[in-house]
């Protein structure tokens, strides 16, 4: 038996791996986010951690410790590969000619243009050598057991990690057209843009299906309901609006401060004392040079709306602890916020207007920073109303 762990759980999901089947690992690498907090695991296991969400020549590094031992390993052995978000920038193989500093860029302008994870990991799986089902077939007949966090919308393994060990093969005419489509085509490197209007390689041979066997142990669903429970015990009218939140970051502060309005105003859809939870990723479509994240853009935007509604609280984070590329995991705002940005003299528009959301949220205290949480289930926000 081998393990492959990848992303912002790795550590945790290596050393379960290891409490149960110590014995029967012969080998494994692990590739976490830097600054991941990391457990103590035996020599036989090479541990590795690179930057996140941009990839870089460490991460590189690790992945081909992880193609070296691919090789070596038996067709009759069992791979355990244990998945969690941050593995599309932890575990990289660009294709030759494509540099990690072009796999940079191309990251880069697809975070700032908008897209959804599912655009981003079509490019991602047609520039890689391991992406889109390619370490599978590199794991040759090898049984392989994919034990995954999601942390995407609607829990796909050929999305996750960009589907390394799954069937998701991606035609490079597919990722350009989606470059076109998000208008960062021009700004493609060219050694990226040429490959992507190359002839098609040859499709990777995966494993017969029956030796792919795929669980997702844990999603944004669960987290949900957990919060749910909590919410109940703690005397809120809970319910959970949505697991798919997909948009900009701005325009869901703004519903989900409506929707909380209504309830304190009208007592609908929920009567106060209530709470109300919605996960997903939604997105930034990057227009201003001022830092932020996703989170902090959402609670940053529900601010205005908010403003007079009586005791209403809301909490925007990313489950992983990390927001953006800033050391926030998202931010809080009540209904009294309004007041104190002004008092202050700062504006919640021209923040916006910029992608400013940190500066400002940091300016009136109300930043999120509970540090790298070691697992990634997406989005979570909550919003509690009382009478």
């Given at each position: 038996?081998y393990?492959?762990?990848?992303?912002?759980?790795?550590?945790?999901?290596?050393?379960?791996?290891?409490?149960?089947?110590?014995?029967?690992?012969?080998?494994?690498?692990?590739?976490?986010?830097?600054?991941?907090?990391?457990?103590?695991?035996?020599?036989?296991?090479?541990?590795?951690?690179?930057?996140?969400?941009?990839?870089?020549?460490?991460?590189?590094?690790?992945?081909?410790?992880?193609?070296?031992?691919?090789?070596?390993?038996?067709?009759?052995?069992?791979?355990?590969?244990?998945?969690?978000?941050?593995?599309?920038?932890?575990?990289?193989?660009?294709?030759?000619?494509?540099?990690?500093?072009?796999?940079?860029?191309?990251?880069?302008?697809?975070?700032?243009?908008?897209?959804d994870?599912?655009?981003?990991?079509?490019v991602?799986?047609?520039?890689?050598?391991?992406?889109?089902?390619?370490?599978?077939?590199?794991?040759?007949?090898?049984?392989?057991?994919?034990?995954?966090?999601?942390?995407?919308?609607?829990?796909?393994?050929?999305?996750?990690g960009?589907?390394?060990?799954?069937?998701?093969?991606?035609?490079?005419?597919?990722?350009?057209a989606?470059?076109?489509?998000?208008?960062?085509?021009?700004?493609?490197?060219?050694?990226?843009?040429?490959?992507?209007?190359?002839?098609?390689?040859?499709?990777?041979?995966?494993?017969?299906?029956?030796?792919?066997?795929?669980?997702?142990?844990?999603?944004?669903?669960?987290?949900?309901?957990?919060?749910?429970?909590?919410?109940?015990?703690?005397?809120?009218?809970?319910?959970?609006?949505?697991?798919?939140?997909?948009?900009?970051?701005?325009?869901?502060?703004?519903?989900?401060?409506?929707?909380?309005?209504?309830?304190?105003?009208?007592?609908?859809?929920?009567?106060p004392?209530?709470?109300?939870?919605?996960g997903?990723?939604t997105?930034?479509?990057?227009?201003?040079?001022?830092?932020?994240?996703?989170?902090?853009?959402?609670?940053?935007?529900?601010?205005?709306?908010?403003?007079?509604?009586?005791?209403?609280?809301l909490?925007?984070?990313?489950?992983?602890?990390?927001?953006?590329?800033?050391?926030?995991?998202?931010?809080?705002?009540?209904?009294?916020?309004?007041?104190?940005?002004?008092?202050?003299?700062?504006?919640?528009?021209?923040?916006?207007?910029?992608?400013?959301?940190?500066?400002?949220?940091s300016?009136?205290?109300?930043?999120?920073?509970?540090?790298?949480?070691?697992?990634?289930?997406m989005?979570i926000?909550?919003?509690?109303?009382?009478?």
């Open positions: 038996m393990v492959l762990a990848f992303g912002k759980a790795a550590f945790p999901m290596a050393a379960e791996v290891l409490a149960r089947c110590g014995d029967l690992v012969r080998a494994g690498v692990v590739i976490a986010p830097r600054g991941a907090h990391k457990k103590s695991l035996p020599e036989k296991i090479a541990v590795y951690t690179a930057s996140h969400p941009l990839p870089e020549a460490a991460a590189v590094q690790a992945t081909e410790h992880v193609l070296r031992l691919a090789e070596k390993i038996e067709h009759d052995a069992t791979v355990i590969v244990a998945l969690s978000g941050g593995t599309s920038a932890l575990l990289v193989s660009p294709q030759p000619p494509i540099t990690v500093a072009d796999k940079r860029t191309v990251s880069r302008l697809l975070l700032e243009s908008g897209a994870i599912g655009q981003i990991n079509t991602r799986k047609a520039l890689s050598r391991v992406k889109g089902g390619r370490l599978a077939a590199k794991l040759r007949a090898a049984r392989i057991l994919n034990v995954i966090i999601s942390d995407v919308v609607g829990d796909d393994p050929a999305i996750i960009s589907g390394p060990t799954v069937s998701s093969p991606v035609s490079r005419e597919h990722a350009l989606v470059c076109r489509e998000l208008g960062i085509e021009e700004k493609l490197p060219y050694r990226v843009r040429d490959l992507l209007l190359s002839p098609e390689p040859e499709r990777p041979v995966l494993p017969p299906g029956d030796r792919i066997v795929t669980k997702i142990v844990a999603n944004n669903a669960r987290a949900l309901a957990a919060a749910q429970q909590q919410a109940d015990a703690l005397g809120y009218r809970p319910m959970i609006l949505t697991t798919g939140l997909q948009c900009e970051a701005r325009v869901a502060g703004e519903l989900i401060a409506a929707i909380a309005k209504d309830c304190h105003d009208h007592g609908w859809p929920l009567a004392p209530c709470c109300i939870l919605a997903g990723e997105t930034v479509t990057v227009r201003g040079r001022g830092k932020g994240g996703r989170n902090q853009e959402l609670a940053l935007a529900a601010i205005p709306r908010l403003r007079g509604a009586g005791q209403i609280g909490l925007a984070a990313g489950t992983d602890g990390v927001d953006g590329t800033t050391d926030a995991a998202g931010a809080f705002v009540t209904s009294m916020t309004a007041e104190k940005v002004e008092t202050l003299g700062l504006s919640v528009p021209a923040a916006l207007q910029e992608n400013d959301s940190y500066t400002l949220l300016s009136i205290g109300q930043l999120f920073k509970p540090g790298p949480t070691g697992t990634n289930v989005d926000t909550i919003v509690l109303i009382k009478e």
